[in-house]
């Protein structure tokens, strides 16, 4: 139990474009998602919470109009990197839990390559 | 910002040898977890200690927990060639109930069949 569906895996743009990063968990209702960006051979960093059906909330130093975040159902949150540049490029991890108690779960992330 | 720092940052050992990961933290916390991340995938939780036990065990997994020292340990024994993976561990502060967590820097470890 506790899946976490993340898409596109690998996803390819020019810069400029902007480009959308689902996360759906599939079996059970997501209170709370979180989205993290990792580059090469280092840590999770957090990026934004997002909670069903409120605004997000960025941590410092995240451009909230770069990084949009939406959280429309308790199974759905999408990240959309807006008009993104080369140094965009990294690979963005989603999670969520199902309550304040329960681990986090994890997309198995998405590769954003801008060229 | 990142929590602290795990060390070492990378190990290499056999298999069937023990594998110790230790991780340091600078503020109260609820919880601390550790998670293995695969190349190029996402996390997956192997086991969460809460701020009021010191030791944990799960299956080849076992976790300490130090909150005076403000540092934990992750033990595998008897590795094994599929345990080969990046280790991280997670704290869950004490003044933030939102469930978020703050992740430490990460060992890579490699087990050599």
């Known amino acids: 139990g506790a899946v976490v569906s993340q898409h596109p895996s690998r996803v390819i743009c020019k810069s400029g474009t902007s480009v959308k990063i689902e996360c759906r968990s599939l079996?059970?209702?997501?209170?709370?998602m979180f989205w993290y960006r990792q580059f090469p051979k280092q840590s999770l960093m957090l990026m934004a919470t997002s909670n069903e059906g409120s605004k997000a909330t960025y941590e410092q130093g995240v451009e909230k109009d770069k990084f949009l975040i939406n959280h429309a159902s308790l199974t759905l949150s999408t990240l959309t990197v807006t008009s993104a540049h080369p140094e965009d490029s990294s690979f963005y991890i989603c999670s969520a839990m199902y309550g304040l108690r329960s681990p986090l779960h994890f997309g198995n992330g998405t590769r954003l390559t801008v060229t | 910002s990142q929590q602290g720092e795990e060390d070492p940052q990378a190990l290499s050992i056999q298999e069937g040898e023990n594998a110790t990961m230790n991780c340091s933290y600078k503020t109260s916390i609820n919880n601390l977890q550790w998670y293995r991340q695969n190349s190029g995938r996402g996390l997956v939780h192997l086991i969460l200690i809460r701020s009021n036990e010191r030791e944990k065990h799960s299956g080849r997994l076992r976790v300490t927990l130090d909150t005076s020292k403000k540092s934990s340990s992750l033990l595998i024994t008897a590795s094994r060639a599929a345990d080969t993976a990046s280790y991280f561990c997670?704290?869950?502060?004490?003044?933030?109930?939102?469930?978020?967590?703050?992740f430490g820097q990460g060992t890579e470890l490699s087990v050599k069949p």
């Open positions: 079996d059970f209702q997501a209170t709370t």
């Open positions: 997670a704290t869950g502060e004490v003044y933030n109930q939102g469930g978020k967590l703050i």
